[in-house]
């Protein structure tokens, strides 16, 4: 009963801009996008989150669409280390909801 | 500061014995929830811990269950072990009571059922 789409898996080439699509279609007004990413085996690191607006911090950027029903996630500059299964959710952030993850992104930097 | 800490980093057991796996929190953290991942697998969400309390749970059987200490930290206890329970089960912790929030992830435990 996972909320968002991603596709499975995406390459890129070092250097350049990683761009990671997520469809939330079902969003609902008061849902934030939050993205976080798993690096081979251990623990799921936070990257960004957003409601509606862009957001930008050290790690990466967010896009949000008008309707709020995609969002893209920016690694600008994309390194080896960023190889990594990146996971986008949605949830609210009252109420005690269960977050559910899905199965991510694996994104593969090549070299 | 000291991250999300969970113990033991493995832990091997045969089927139909009980497991317990341990999560500290971040200091100052409330909310503790734990996550079961198998091979190939997403996040599956386990239970969400808040103030003690026991404030969702995701869809597994009652043979999952655990609690929140005083100090916050939180046990997972996994009755009855099956082989489909060998994951990695990933403890997270965040600051705000109440709310969702950024969650801060533990390394995890790696639960082997022969």
């Known amino acids: 009963d996972a909320k968002t789409t991603q596709p499975p898996s995406m390459d890129c080439a070092e250097g350049r801009a990683a761009n990671l699509p997520c469809n939330h279609s079902?969003?609902?007004?008061?849902?934030?996008v939050y993205w976080y990413r798993q690096i081979h085996s251990q623990g799921p690191q936070y990257i960004i989150h957003g409601l509606k607006n862009n957001e930008t911090n050290e790690m990466a950027s967010l896009i949000i669409t008008e309707d709020r029903k995609s969002s893209t996630l920016i690694l600008p500059h994309a390194t080896l280390r960023d190889t990594a299964v990146y996971y986008c959710i949605v949830t609210y952030s009252g109420g005690y909801q269960k977050v559910t993850f899905g199965i991510g992104t694996k994104l593969q930097v090549i070299p | 500061e000291a991250g999300v800490t969970q113990s033991p980093t493995h832990l091997i057991k045969t089927r139909g014995q009980q497991a317990t796996l341990r999560c500290s929190p971040i200091?100052?953290?409330?909310?503790v929830y734990w996550y079961q991942q198998a091979l190939g697998l997403g996040l599956q969400f386990l239970l969400w811990?808040?103030?003690?309390?026991?404030?969702n749970r995701g869809n597994f059987p009652p043979r999952f269950s655990g609690r929140q200490f005083p100090n916050y930290s939180s046990e997972l206890n996994v009755n009855a072990l099956e082989l489909e329970d060998s994951a990695l089960y990933l403890c997270?912790?965040?600051?705000?009571?109440?709310?969702?929030?950024?969650?801060?992830f533990g390394p995890g435990t790696r639960l082997t059922v022969l």
């Open positions: 200091s100052g953290h409330t909310s």
């Open positions: 079902t969003i609902s007004g008061n849902e934030y």
């Open positions: 811990y808040d103030e003690g309390e026991e404030r």
């Open positions: 997270a912790s965040s600051l705000v009571t109440g709310l969702y929030n950024e969650q801060f």
